[in-house]
């Protein structure tokens, strides 16, 4: 017999955003701008650790924004590719270097369909984002590292800062390292 507590946790809504931070970037490169920097190769490798990771996990985004910026770009892609995600991806410029406060909007405005978004963008922009969201807090989010944010809402018009709680953090080091314990089991 289900109680009325039981009943409160089926039809609890919630809403989760993954924020990450682009992987490693080519200081060395030929770039003309900042906006154009592309990924060195340990960033290439995280990314791709980081993206079948989250499928491991059964946790892929529904919807991915991400940064216009070319190592922003290349970091979704390639982790969209190893982790054979099938999600839509939207270049969103804003997540270049907008407050905070515009990403919020651009969050408010997210079809309610989505329950799961990556925002993958910058510092420092990810982590004013997570420690806003959750209520305070400094984070330093190391390149291509990734945080799960719960919040207990239906509609993302309803998302705000201070609402939000951190389920989990965790870089591309701990992800390789767990991947290299699992290897040498075997």
Same mark, same amino acid.
């Given at each position: 017999m289900k109680t009325d507590g039981d009943l409160l946790l089926e039809t609890e809504e919630m809403k989760t955003i993954l924020i990450m931070r682009h992987?490693?970037?080519?200081?060395?490169?030929? @770039? %003309? +701008?900042?906006?154009d920097r592309p990924l060195n190769r340990r960033g290439r490798l995280a990314s791709r650790s980081m993206g079948s990771f989250l499928s491991t996990l059964r946790q892929v985004p529904q919807n &991915? /924004?991400? @940064?216009?910026?070319?190592?922003? !770009? @290349?970091?979704?892609?390639?982790?969209?590719?190893?982790?054979?995600? !099938?999600? =839509?991806?939207? #270049?969103?410029? %804003?997540?270049? +270097?907008?407050?905070? %406060? !515009?990403? /919020?909007?651009?969050?408010?405005? *997210?079809?309610? @369909? #989505?329950?799961?978004?990556? /925002?993958a963008g910058h510092e420092p922009t990810s982590s004013s984002m997570l420690s806003d969201f959750v209520g305070g807090g400094s984070f330093p989010f190391p390149t291509a590292a990734i945080a799960r944010i719960d919040f207990? #809402?239906?509609?993302?018009? !309803?998302?705000?800062?201070? /609402?939000? *709680?951190?389920?989990?953090? &965790?870089? =591309?080091?701990?992800? *390789?390292?767990?991947?290299?314990? %699992?290897? +040498?089991?075997?």
């Open positions: 992987a490693k970037s080519d200081w060395q490169s030929n @770039s %003309e +701008s900042d906006h &991915v /924004l991400v @940064s216009s910026a070319t190592r922003a !770009r @290349s970091t979704v892609d390639l982790a969209v590719g190893a982790g054979a995600w !099938r999600c =839509p991806i939207v #270049i969103t410029p %804003e997540l270049y +270097s907008q407050s905070p %406060e !515009r990403i /919020l909007n651009i969050i408010q405005g *997210q079809n309610n @369909s #989505i329950d799961s978004l990556m /925002l207990p #809402i239906d509609v993302w018009t !309803r998302i705000d800062f201070g /609402l939000g *709680q951190l389920k989990w953090f &965790v870089t =591309p080091k701990i992800v *390789q390292r767990g991947q290299m314990c %699992e290897r +040498s089991s075997v």
